[in-house]
């Protein structure tokens, strides 16, 4: 199997885009990426998305994508799997690499949820739940999240800001990305003021809607050198990338307070990559929600079972802590397009270990993890990096 | 790079399965290849589907899937390019095990078009085509191989019933095979007689709208034997994967009478399996609409420009032709579940070569190519099998 490395990253601002279509807000992060590793095609473009359909009535988007970036003739496939859509991409592409059938290939993740033409966005996130048995009977996914919540609350006897420091963080953090939906930090005040929107997730637990897509060049890392005639700012190896999966249902769980298909996807990564999770310099998990923070890091091994959210509260998570998570922002602060999300963590953690984080540089990061999550945990997808 | 072959083979009949939830369908083809594979797990399912969002409201259908298959905690990912879904799927799991990151993977077909509560089929096909500048402008996807059609019709000045033979040919076949959903052979009087959708395209030209599901289990060649404890029907090898790609829209194209994307996937996998068109001893191609029948002959090789329909009209393409086309029946005969279309294909390519094809079978057929086109051109995916 080649080793694969990435040669470029791109972005688009998140945010509410009214004025660019999902092909234009695309083509801004793929042109940049391709752009940065200084090459002018690929062999193929994988891209994660989750809601074109239902919201665009545009299947075939990664075909439509290629087409518009430029990239006519080359393979083309759109890859979903809820909001883990961004890294089942990259793990269609880092295949692609490690098997030898492409040289170059492109992944992109893109989510379009404004403008939608009188579409229902919230029926169109329940998808991510299982339609027959949650979504029929009227259970959003915010209120499948709120059970989850509220069941860590009661068994866990935790205070009512237990969840605060997961929010503040990524405020904190994403006031310093200029990509970032949200550029202002907050403080627990507002924290604990904000609106309920499903009992007991409040607005500032809760990642927003909005538009956004992140592209990758991917290489065979004994390429990465030759491809980008040794421009780029330096080239990052993907040294692990696997995927678990749960049961959609939240009630057909073992234990809806454990994410086992995070334990399962971290314990194969860190086997992958050789690691262990304390040698982790960094930790872009998926804060849709905070309590998915709190079990995140449970299950990543940081923490024991309904003690993930003491880590908000002791400081250990922000960029100078032992475990910086949402560092340019996170899910809440930086946004949440929700197929683009897993390849903006990429692109975060490339940042970080190219030195390219700016105000939130994590000193001498040199090993990134990086961790996206599809429903309410039933798949999830974990890479870690090296630099 | 390790070469892939299929140890398992598994399908649900085509039709109107109103009784069969999506997870139901899909759980029958993927149980029957792998209990034909002798398999009691695998390392990941990856699904080709289209329009579970936008007609049945359910994504992160992938992962759905392998746990109702009892498949729970391994990854699974859902591949979307329109009707090439199929074998958009197939390319990640060729991939998946060519990489050497898994040693056994399931590839699913699915697609759920009947009882689909009030959703549009029509409108979702459509998102097959270019939303922005196609189909909002009311062009619905029969509409647009119409145009095509009536510009072959047009500039090569073919008889009115050039494309009978396609039709007629598919339905022969399609009576030996108990899983078509038109199990009756037609008529040319039938054909000349069947009713208009969309100038000139009248429903005997045109696949039906249906459900089904088709499965494969994939595992590296050097292992087939091993894993099947040698008592499968004989496996069968994945000699050539490709997809290119053209514009979603058929008046951006170069030529919207050449396939340019089947053309290039065809080179390619003649070059990547070591083989010529004229090697094949049938050939699948994807006949949503018997003009696709007729250009995707023109674009492997087969016939000049302007003159595939002939070779129906000739009797090329039947079971004892040189060119057999749609042996157990194609799209228009055994059906076109979209998103499943692409697995059956190779499920009947592997039924062929392993001498499973019953009244239909091609004598000592060993080298088999499989044809998978997405929208009216714009994805097409091409693989070549041997025994």
Redesign the interface.
Known sequence: ??SVSIIGIGQSPVGELWEE?AREIAYRAISSAMSEAGIETAD?LYVGN??S??L?????????I??YSGL???????????CASGA?AL??G???V????HDIVIVAGLEKMTDTIGKDTT??L???????YE?LHGVSFVALNALIMQRYQYEHNVPLDAFAGFSINAHRNGANNPNAMFQRPISRDTYMRAPVIATPINIMDSSPVCDGAAALVLTPTELAYQWTNGHHPGSVQILA????????AVH?RRDPLTL??AV?SCERAFAMAGVTAMDLDLFELHDAFTIMSALSLEAAGFAKRGEGWRMAEEGRIGIDGDVPVSTMGGLKSRGHPVGATGVYQIVEVVEQLTGRAGTNQIKDARLGMAQNI??SG??VITHILGS
Chains 1, 2 share one sequence.
Do not use: C, W
């Open positions: 199997m080649r279509s193929a989750m809601l359909g239902s665009l009535e545009q299947e075939h988007l990664a075909t439509l290629a087409d006519r003739g080359i393979e083309a496939a759109k890859v979903e799997a809820a089942a793990r269609m880092v295949m692609a490690a098997s030898g059938f029926a169109g329940a998808q991510a739940a299982d339609a027959e979504s990338s696997v995927s678990a999966t749960d049961s959609l057909d086992d298909a399962l599809g429903g039933a798949t």
